[in-house]
Structures are given as structure tokens and as C-alpha cells.
């Protein structure tokens, strides 16, 4: 598809931002592909997802400058929305998205990265919202998720300098989970899209769901009350009786441990 492209491995689907003569910044028509691509991953058989860039420079280098120096007020708004729209759709995405940062992850390339539900990158990456010396404010949720992620003194300081930060003050912070040599990123992050996918897949879907439902909660008694729903919801599901019988098995006689190969529910 245009300037996504779309693989799938076993129950791992990889998303790959294909536009590297421009660090595969983010212009509508990559927007619109990235959507397009989203919205047909096959959930019931892909378990989880991978997103990273072409090359291995840039994971994204941000939303297309050329693309939003002529906007006026009401079209960037436009814009910003379409961003966030799909963002918002890759965040509350029902099977884990990870994104695989093997490069410049600036902008609205880390906002992307920001919308998966966690980060892996490799050493040569780079992180930033260079907005504020652009003239604008991030514009794809970098000032909401940035903020949620890090603490908002952190993310404030890296948006009010428009500093960019390498990938092992990146992984300080708590931007980022692990840092890899660059050949090694995708290998990594499709180890452990795997073990995710090995996992009981209506217990992982709710877990997503309980962690960002809960944390857009104001208190911990609104919180717990959407984990109860969800921890509700596992039984008598395939996974919640085989994992436990599983389990109980090995109880009896540890020679009997199985890895439960889960069906999709
Ligand atoms: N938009 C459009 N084109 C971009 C781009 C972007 N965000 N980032 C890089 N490119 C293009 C360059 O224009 C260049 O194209 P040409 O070869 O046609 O000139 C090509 O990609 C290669 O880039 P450079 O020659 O600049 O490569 P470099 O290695 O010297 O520098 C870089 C790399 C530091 C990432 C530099 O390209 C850069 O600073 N890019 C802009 C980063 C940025 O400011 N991103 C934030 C955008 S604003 C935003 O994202 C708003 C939002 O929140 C929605």
C-alpha cells in the first residue's frame, strides 16, 4: 500500500512507514495509507502489532514541514485533528502495537511512537518535539502524551527547548522501554511481539483495556471498577479455562506442563 507496508509473520503483524527520501515524514498521504493499513490488520488471527520505519535513519521524522508551511488556522486544525484521530485509533487499538524506533522519531514521529502502547529503539535514536522552533505547538497529542508518559516537568522542558534527546536518555526518562544495536531492534521487538501473541488473547486485549481506560479515570476506585469488568469478562473464556487447567496439571505432575497453545477467541 502506497507508503505503508504491511507483513505478517506468524500471529505478528510489521507495519513499516515507507517513505524514506523524506525520513518518512508524515504528509496526508502517508496518513491516509497508515490509516488504511491500521483499520485492515486482521485482528482475529494477528495478535500483535510492530511499527517502524523504512531504512535505518528515521522512524519518522515528523509531520511533512512542506505540507503544513501554507495552512491557514482552520486547516491546521484539520490536520492536527487527522493525526490525532488515528492516533487515537492506534492507542485504543484492541491487540498491543509496539513501536520499533530505529531512527529519528521527531514531532509527530514520536507522537506516532507515543500513541503505541510501548517503545523499543535502536542506539542511533532520536527523540523530540522540535515544534516550539517550528512556530507551532506539537500537534499529533505530543503535549498530552508526553506529558502522561514522562511527568509533565520532563516533557515540558524537552517541548519549551525543542531539544532532541538520544535513545539512552530517551530510555532514562521512561521513554523508552529498551535500546538495541540497530540489527538487532526488529529481531527484538519480533521476540517479543511473539511471546505477547503466545498469550491468552481475549486476557491481553482486556488488559490493554484496563490499563487505558483505567488510567483516564480521576480516581482509583473508577479504575479498579473497569479492571473488574474486564477481569469479569476473561471467564469461561478458552484461555481463562485452559491457562488455569493448565496450571493445575502441572500441580499433579510438573511433567505434564504444556505450553497452552491458545485458540483465537
Ligand atoms: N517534513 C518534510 N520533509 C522532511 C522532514 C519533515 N518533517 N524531515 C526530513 N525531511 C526531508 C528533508 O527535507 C530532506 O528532503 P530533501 O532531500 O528533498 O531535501 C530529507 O527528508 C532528508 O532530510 P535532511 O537532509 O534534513 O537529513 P539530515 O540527516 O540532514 O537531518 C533531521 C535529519 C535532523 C531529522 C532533519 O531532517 C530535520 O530536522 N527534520 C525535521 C524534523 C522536525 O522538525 N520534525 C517535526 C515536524 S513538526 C510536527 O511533527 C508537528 C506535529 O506535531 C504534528
Redesign the pocket.
Known sequence: MGFVDYEVEGAVGLVTINRP???N?LNSAVLDDLKAVIEGVDTKTVRCLIITGAGDK?FV??????E?STLTKAEGEAF?KK?NDLFLEIESFPIPVIAAVNG?A???GN?LAMSCDFRLASENAVFGQ??AG?G?T???G?TQRLARLIGPGMAKQIIYTARNIKADEAKRIGLVNEVYPQAELIPAAKKLASIIAGNAPIAVRNCKKAINEGLAKNTTAEAVQVEEKLFGDCFESYGQKEGMANFLRKKDDPKKVKHVAFIDE
Not at 521524522?61 to 512542506?66: E, K, L, N, R, V
Open positions: 527520501k523524506a525520513l515524514a528515521s521524522a515528523g509531520a511533512d514541514i512542506g503544513m492536527g493525526g529519528f521527531l514531532g509527530g507522537e522540535p515544534e517550528l507551532i506539537p500537534g499529533f505530543g
